[in-house]
């Protein structure tokens, strides 16, 4: 049923619980998993003086993420891709979802934005209004 599977890392608590579910689903379903993480648009300022610098430091902590998500994973039988891309965020998550022609997206309800009482964050609730695959959820 699922044979590619999305996970959406912000580096968040709950982007991280999502992808143990991800893992999980991945290993039953026999899944090919691609983990994704966007980091801050830039491109706005192309032709600036700093803007080389910005988007080569955005890409390495971008990076960190991933190697934190990759580490997070730990020992896997199955395919484990990346995917780093440039914001915005929902948008870029929905467009490696149609690229990999994803049949699952798993993410967490919230990230690391600091309102609470939220139900859903803003990335995750564009993601499930947009996508046109299922897309879990998680708490
Ligand atoms: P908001 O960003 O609207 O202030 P929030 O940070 O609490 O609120 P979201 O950003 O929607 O909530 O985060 C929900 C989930 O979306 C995260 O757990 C993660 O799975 C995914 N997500 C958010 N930002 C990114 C990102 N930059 N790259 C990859 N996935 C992301
Ligand atoms: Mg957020």
Redesign the pocket.
């Known amino acids: 049923m699922f044979k590619q599977i999305i996970v959406?890392?912000?580096g968040?608590e709950?982007?991280h619980r999502?992808l143990e579910y991800a893992k999980g689903l991945t290993e039953q379903f026999e899944a090919k998993l691609w983990l994704?993480?966007?980091f801050p648009h830039t491109s706005d300022l192309l032709g600036y003086d700093e803007y080389e610098k910005l988007i080569a430091q955005r890409e390495g902590a971008g990076q960190g993420i991933l190697d934190e998500a990759r580490q997070k994973l730990g020992s896997i039988t199955f395919d484990a891709q990346e995917e780093l891309l440039e914001?915005p965020?929902a948008e870029a998550?929905l467009t490696v979802a149609e690229t990999r022609q994803a049949d699952l997206i798993v993410?967490?309800?919230?990230?690391?934005?600091s309102?609470q009482g939220l139900l859903?964050?803003?990335?995750?609730?564009k993601v499930v209004q947009h996508a046109s695959c299922p897309v879990m959820v998680v708490r």
């Open positions: 959406a890392i912000d968040s709950h982007s999502a994704v993480h966007v914001g965020e998550i993410m967490g309800t919230r990230g690391l934005g309102l859903l964050g803003s990335v995750s609730q």
